[in-house]
């Protein structure tokens, strides 16, 4: 049974930048698509960045291209997205994903959510 345990959410001003990470268990990580989705209260869950399993391809949502950038370390099991120029409207519980048959599809498997809040 494949785990993830984000972190590194938190609270920042408009314009700063977070970097969230993805540990992966109990699974072949390095045979995963992995990706990044979010969801605010009251709206549906969004896709925002995914990796295949080489991290030879990426993929952004339209709302964050240009401003994050999805990575990942094989030999540590864990996924990265880094948050740059954050605004307002990027505050979500960010959720990760591992086993999507192809990027912007979302695998069986999620983590816990880690909450970014970016204050104005």
């Known amino acids: 049974q494949v785990q993830l345990v984000e972190s590194g959410g938190g609270l920042v001003q408009a314009g700063g930048s977070l970097r969230l990470s993805c540990a992966a268990s109990?699974?072949?990580?390095?045979?995963?698509?992995m990706g990044w989705y979010r969801q605010a209260p009251g709206k549906e869950r969004e896709f925002v960045a995914g990796?295949?399993?080489?991290?030879?391809?990426?993929a952004y949502g339209d709302s964050v291209k240009g401003r994050f950038t999805i990575s990942r370390e094989n030999a540590k099991n864990t996924v990265y997205l880094q948050m740059n120029s954050l605004k307002p409207e990027d505050t979500a519980s960010y959720y990760c994903?591992?086993?999507?048959?192809?990027?912007?599809?979302?695998?069986?498997?999620w983590g816990q959510g880690t909450q970014v809040t970016v204050s104005s």
């Open positions: 994903n591992a086993g999507g048959v192809r990027l912007g599809v979302p695998g069986n498997y």
């Open positions: 109990g699974g072949t990580f390095n045979y995963f698509n």
């Open positions: 990796i295949t399993w080489s991290g030879g391809i990426t």
